[in-house]
C-alpha cells in the first residue's frame, strides 16, 4: 500500500510542475502568432515598392490611427493632425497625403 502512495504523490508532483509549463508554452505561443500577425497588419503590402519617405509616411498614418482611437477622437485619416500638418516640403504634401491614408485605411482594417 505504501508504495502506491509513493507512486500517486510523484504523479501529483508532476502534475502540478508540468500543468504551468503547459499553460506558459501556450500563452507564449499565442503571443507569437498575434506578434506575427501584428507584424504583418503594420506592414506595407508586399506588392507596394515605396521609398523611406513613402515609407515613413504609411507608418506615421497606421501610428495616427492607434492614437486617434487611444485618445477616443474622430476615425477619419484627413482630420489627424499629420495628414493635416505633413512634416514635409510643400511639394511632397499630396504623396505624403496619400500614403498616409494608405497606412490610416489598412490599420483600420486590420483592426
Known sequence: ?????????AANKTIRFVTPLIA???FAGTSMVASAQTAQNSAPA??????PEQEQAFHDG????KMDTAA???????AS??????PVKKEA???????????YEQAKQGS
Not at 493632425?81 to 505633413?86: A, C, E, G, K, R
Not at 504634401?93 to 497606412?103: E, H, I, S, T, V
Open 1 to 9: 500500500m505504501q508504495k502506491g502512495f509513493t507512486m500517486t504523490h
Open 24 to 26: 506558459v508554452a501556450m
Open 46 to 51: 508586399a506588392n507596394m515598392s515605396m521609398n
Open 62 to 65: 497606421q501610428e495616427a490611427l
Open 72 to 78: 477616443k477622437r474622430k476615425i477619419d485619416a484627413t
Open 81 to 86: 493632425h499629420l495628414y493635416v500638418h505633413p
Open 93 to 103: 504634401r499630396d504623396a505624403y497625403r496619400a500614403n498616409f491614408q494608405k497606412g
